[in-house]
């Protein structure tokens, strides 16, 4: 789980890493945070959705627990949002909209999903993803003189111990991978997404 979210999570992409730095105009760091609470500002959310598809206790505790913290960094999200106003204007807005509300349905289907280790895996995936999604956040609310809340989602020894003890289950292993991976794909989808619309904003 560590060796694809390093591979495959938000890390290695250039537009976040540029927004990391906070160095590019606040409006796209407004952008990211509106976009991003399309995918994850909804309750319930992956976190949520995943507790009810759970079967061995050892999800059951980390999920309760992540889906607790969670709520904190929905809050935080939605005052960032209504801190930044209206989106920017920026061409394909409608076409926009329309793929993230599509990737959002995509992560609730995974979340529901009744392959054993797939819901998890998916949520195990966004609080991985989320510590480089949070730099985002706090980057937006220096901007936006929004105080960050402290976070407090599960450390990620506490999250290593959940994935040692469902990959001895190795039909679990391989759904909760996929699962993974899933997530991972459509938050990297996010971020071409944003970065082509900071793109088309810059070219007009």
Known sequence: MGALSASDGSANHPYLRRLQANVEPVR?????AHYMCI????????????????RLD???S???????????ERAFLVRIVAAAGPLPS???HAESEATAAAQRHALEM???SDRAGCATGAALALA?????IRKVLDAAADRLSVTPPPTTLPMLEETVTVVDALVRESTIERAMLFGAQQLFAQHRGL??????????RGNN
């Not at 980390?62 to 904190?72: D, K």
């Not at 991985?128 to 480089?132: F, K, P, R, S």
């Not at 071409?192 to 793109?199: H, M, N, P």
């Open 110 to 112: 995974l979340a529901q």
């Open 58 to 60: 050892v999800e059951r």
């Open 28 to 32: 796209d760091l407004a952008d990211a």
């Open 39 to 54: 995918l994850h500002g909804r309750h319930p959310g992956v976190i949520d959705h995943a507790i009810a598809h759970t």
């Open 191 to 200: 971020w071409d997404l944003l970065e082509a619309r900071a793109s088309a």
């Open 62 to 72: 980390w999920l309760e627990a992540a889906s607790a913290a969670f709520a904190t």
């Open 128 to 132: 991985l993803d989320w510590v480089e």
């Open 90 to 92: 920026t061409p394909g």
